[in-house]
């Protein structure tokens, strides 16, 4: 069984290539979440609907859409439930006389929290069950893999200032802002590449996945944190840049996100101009 909340589009939501951000479907699957947690799970698992954080998300977007006063459908249900951590699956759609164009399909690793004492706990015997009504198990488990951390000295560092408003009600940095820092350290580290290079062209680049794994919360304060990023695989078409957020040594967040180079006259993937894929295998750095 699959809950369907339906997601209102802002105009505010539209990037300069005039497609809603890759930032923005979080925020989706974050409402698609709320709204699940609070419609269908009954009183007695109230105290999960208050106390959740997400340990990992992974995103794959797989059209671009554009601007509808219609709402946007997001599907969402359980793939599968642990002993502290259970998992949701989505997928963001249009529907148009029966055929379905799917924009985001994603999983949420989730944790109930404890934010009396900053900490995880397990699921409860009630809480089990409300969340196997709407379990539908995948027919291949994924592999998850976690980021590895970087090598600092070869990687672009950002510095962090955490607004206010990027504040939750639980007084953490909101799981959809992390998105959007990666994406502030990716713009910023493409600047930095094509510095002093005024010749190599700048294509327009579309996000294609995003894999982000959440260590530990990030706070408001004055003091900024650090963004450290680099290109870990360049492709023909693509690459691969992997972040970690982090206070002084602590890692605090790591992402990996691959990027699509785009032409905006075919709508459609396209190769970078060589001098600048040049450039960027100047800069990759693999993991080991």
């Given at each position: 069984m699959r809950h369907v909340y339906r997601c209102p589009v802002r105009w505010a939501d539209l990037d300069l290539l005039g497609h809603v951000n890759n930032v923005v479907y979080v925020d989706y699957l974050q409402e698609a979440r709320v709204d699940f947690m609070r419609a269908l799970l009954p009183p007695r698992a109230a105290d999960m609907t208050e106390g959740v954080v997400v340990v990992r998300h992974e995103v794959g977007y797989r059209a671009p859409m554009g601007f509808r006063f219609r709402p946007v459908e997001v599907?969402?249900?359980?793939?599968?439930?642990?002993?502290?951590?259970?998992?949701?699956?989505?997928?963001?759609?249009?529907?148009?006389?029966?055929?379905?164009?799917?924009?985001?399909?994603?999983?949420?690793?989730?944790?109930?929290?404890?934010?009396?004492?900053?900490?995880?706990?397990?699921?409860?015997?009630?809480?089990?069950?409300?969340?196997?009504?709407?379990?539908?198990?995948?027919?291949?488990?994924?592999?998850?893999?976690?980021?590895?951390?970087l090598e600092r000295e070869d990687a672009f560092r950002w510095p962090l200032h955490v607004r206010f408003s990027d504040v939750d009600a639980y007084r953490h940095v909101n799981n959809v802002k992390y998105f959007e820092y990666l994406q502030e350290s990716r713009i910023r580290l493409m600047a930095d590449v094509t510095r002093g290079h005024d010749g190599v062209g700048r294509p327009s680049i579309v996000v294609a996945q995003t894999d982000v794994d959440y260590l530990a919360p990030i706070l408001q304060r004055e003091e900024p944190y650090d963004v450290w990023s680099q290109i870990a695989r360049v492709g023909t078409r693509s690459m691969t840049i992997e972040s970690e957020i982090a206070d002084g040594?602590?890692?605090?967040?790591?992402?990996?996100?691959?990027?699509?180079?785009?032409?905006?006259?075919?709508?459609?993937?396209?190769?970078?101009?060589?001098?600048?894929?040049?450039?960027?295998?100047?800069?990759?750095?693999?993991p080991s």
């Open positions: 599907e969402c249900w359980v793939t599968e439930v642990r002993a502290a951590t259970f998992t949701l699956g989505y997928e963001v759609f249009h529907e148009d006389e029966g055929e379905r164009t799917v924009y985001v399909r994603a999983t949420t690793v989730l944790t109930p929290y404890v934010f009396a004492d900053e900490r995880p706990r397990r699921l409860t015997a009630d809480e089990k069950t409300a969340l196997g009504r709407y379990l539908e198990p995948e027919d291949t488990p994924r592999s998850r893999t976690r980021t590895a951390r040594d602590r890692p605090l967040a790591l992402g990996r996100v691959t990027v699509v180079f785009f032409d905006m006259e075919t709508q459609r993937s396209a190769e970078p101009p060589a001098d600048l894929h040049a450039l960027l295998l100047t800069r990759v750095n693999a």
